[in-house]
């Protein structure tokens, strides 16, 4: 069985699928996954004041760079972050 844990291998695929950054909002019940994704060095963590402000720096990320990702705890805001996904689009459509 393979020696890594989740945040290891999480953040083997963000740097797989061309991440060099993730946006994040610590939190009591994502710390330990946010430490082990620290100890890559080739994609950069981005704090965020809060879980809004995180998930709409990722949507103009993966508007420029195909693809992001937000880390944040559950809860009321992990629902805030959600209130981005109906961004619109220059041509109005996803």
Same mark, same amino acid.
């Given at each position: ?11 083997? /695929?963000?740097?797989?699928? *061309? ?35 995180? +998930?709409?720096?990722?949507? *103009? ?7 992001? @990702?937000?880390?944040?705890?559950? $809860?009321?805001? @992990?629902?805030? +972050?959600?209130?981005?996904?109906? +961004?619109?689009?220059? $041509? *109005?459509? /996803?």
């Amino acid at each position: 069985m393979a020696d890594f844990t989740v945040g290891q291998y999480l953040a083997t /695929r963000l740097e797989q699928i *061309g991440l060099k950054h993730y946006f994040m909002v610590p939190g009591d019940y994502n710390l330990v996954l946010l430490d082990e994704l620290l100890e890559n060095k080739n994609v950069e963590q981005i704090g965020c004041c809060n879980e809004l402000n995180a +998930a709409y720096a990722a949507e *103009g990320y993966a508007r420029v760079n195909g693809a992001a @990702a937000v880390l944040t705890t559950f $809860n009321v805001g @992990a629902y805030s +972050a959600l209130n981005v996904w109906p +961004a619109p689009t220059p $041509n *109005g459509c /996803r």
